[in-house]
């Protein structure tokens, strides 16, 4: 069984920070593939931040220079660190990782992040 776990949310003040991490397990995933999204009560899904085999890496403006992906292969874990949250990064972030053979796009279920002013 597929599964991709994000953990690490949680409530921060205002310019905080918080690591997200993103665990896959039951299938080998890509690792120039995967991404990072997030969803605000009352708004759609939008992307923070990927990585894909076309053009690297790439973050959403609203969170260049605050928001860094990074990996660790051994522990099949990528992390999204947050740093000088704002109030409107309030939201339940997702990631989502590929099948390295299938193409197929793996969600987690996701994990709230809350920043308080």
């Known amino acids: 069984q597929v599964q991709v776990v994000e953990s690490g949310g949680g409530l921060v003040q205002a310019g905080g920070s918080l690591r997200l991490s993103c665990v896959g397990s039951?299938?080998?995933?890509?690792?120039?593939?995967m991404g990072w999204y997030r969803q605000a009560p009352g708004k759609q899904r939008e992307l923070v931040a990927d990585i894909n085999s076309r053009d690297g890496t790439n973050y959403a403006d609203f969170v260049k220079g605050r928001f860094t992906i990074s990996s660790d292969n051994a522990k099949n874990t990528w992390y999204l660190q947050m740093n000088s949250l704002k109030p409107e990064d309030t939201a339940v972030y997702y990631c989502?990782?590929?099948?390295?053979?299938?193409?197929?796009?793996?969600w987690g279920q996701g994990t709230q992040v809350t920043v308080s002013s």
């Open positions: 989502r990782r590929q099948g390295r053979f299938n193409g197929v796009d793996y």
């Open positions: 039951g299938t080998i995933f890509s690792r120039n593939e």
